[in-house]
């Protein structure tokens, strides 16, 4: 996939602010520490369009992003690590569930997880409602750079154990390693295979 254009659209709290153009849509979600807004930047090929933060939980609305006219990066609420009172993690944590559940133009999500830290519940919550909702997932593995081989195959080994990975995407926005790999993964989404039936508006009480 080749990058042509890439722009800001819209930050998004509620439905009713969602873009809507009907154009297909690729989420992206994970903690808030992961480089979800590096890894946008490195594959869209952009120093500054998504905003980078020392500072964990900086992503705190939906944000869509519009790829050669073409199709949405939509970068979700990070969750975990962010020092916010509890009430705005839970509502972060809705924002993320209704785009999953409502959206009907999602085709696929790209979930976000930094190889060096270990995963728990909140990764498998999501595994679990991107299944509810019969969203197909690939995980993405970031900050690579910083393991070495030996130590990323172990790491890999011990992630494998407690998460569903299947076929990860290793990627680094410092060397651009997974750049390629993440480009047909995202392309397989948009105009592949992927997409079975989706469950649209359900819920645990339906």
């Given at each position: 996939?080749?990058?042509?254009?890439?722009?800001?659209?819209t930050s998004a709290v509620k439905p009713a602010?969602?873009?809507?153009?009907?154009?297909?849509?690729?989420?992206?979600?994970?903690?808030?520490?992961?480089?979800?807004?590096?890894?946008?930047?490195?594959?869209?090929?952009?120093?500054?369009?998504?905003?980078?933060?020392?500072?964990?939980?900086?992503?705190?609305?939906?944000?869509?992003?519009?790829?050669?006219?073409?199709?949405?990066?939509?970068?979700?609420?990070?969750?975990?690590?962010?020092?916010?009172?509890?009430?705005?993690?839970?509502?972060?944590?809705?924002?993320?569930?209704?785009?999953?559940?409502?959206?009907?133009?999602?085709?696929?999500?790209?979930?976000?997880?930094?190889?060096?830290?270990?995963?728990?519940?909140?990764?498998?919550?999501?595994?679990?409602?991107l299944e509810r909702f019969r969203v197909p997932?690939?995980?993405?593995?970031?900050?690579?750079?910083?393991?070495?081989?030996?130590?990323?195959?172990?790491?890999?080994?011990?992630?494998?154990?407690?998460?569903?990975?299947?076929?990860?995407?290793?990627?680094?926005?410092?060397?651009?390693a997974g750049k390629v790999a993440l480009s047909?993964?995202?392309?397989?989404?948009?105009?592949?295979?992927?997409?079975?039936?989706?469950?649209?508006?359900?819920?645990?009480?339906?």
């Amino acid at each position: 996939m080749k990058i042509k254009s890439a722009e800001f659209i819209t930050s998004a709290v509620k439905p009713a602010q969602w873009p809507k153009d009907g154009l297909p849509e690729v989420a992206l979600i994970g903690r808030s520490n992961v480089g979800k807004s590096s890894l946008i930047n490195c594959f869209l090929n952009r120093k500054n369009l998504a905003k980078t933060s020392s500072t964990p939980g900086k992503t705190r609305m939906v944000n869509f992003y519009r790829v050669n006219g073409e199709f949405h990066l939509v970068d979700l609420p990070g969750f975990g690590y962010a020092k916010v009172p509890l009430s705005e993690k839970k509502n972060w944590e809705e924002m993320v569930e209704t785009y999953l559940g409502e959206r009907a133009n999602i085709k696929g999500a790209l979930l976000i997880l930094d190889a060096r830290r270990d995963a728990g519940d909140a990764e498998l919550m999501v595994y679990d409602w991107l299944e509810r909702f019969r969203v197909p997932v690939i995980t993405v593995f970031t900050k690579v750079d910083k393991l070495s081989k030996n130590q990323l195959s172990a790491r890999l080994r011990s992630l494998k154990a407690v998460i569903p990975v299947e076929d990860p995407v290793l990627f680094s926005s410092v060397t651009g390693a997974g750049k390629v790999a993440l480009s047909k993964k995202i392309q397989e989404f948009l105009f592949g295979d992927y997409m079975i039936d989706r469950v649209i508006g359900v819920t645990d009480s339906e």
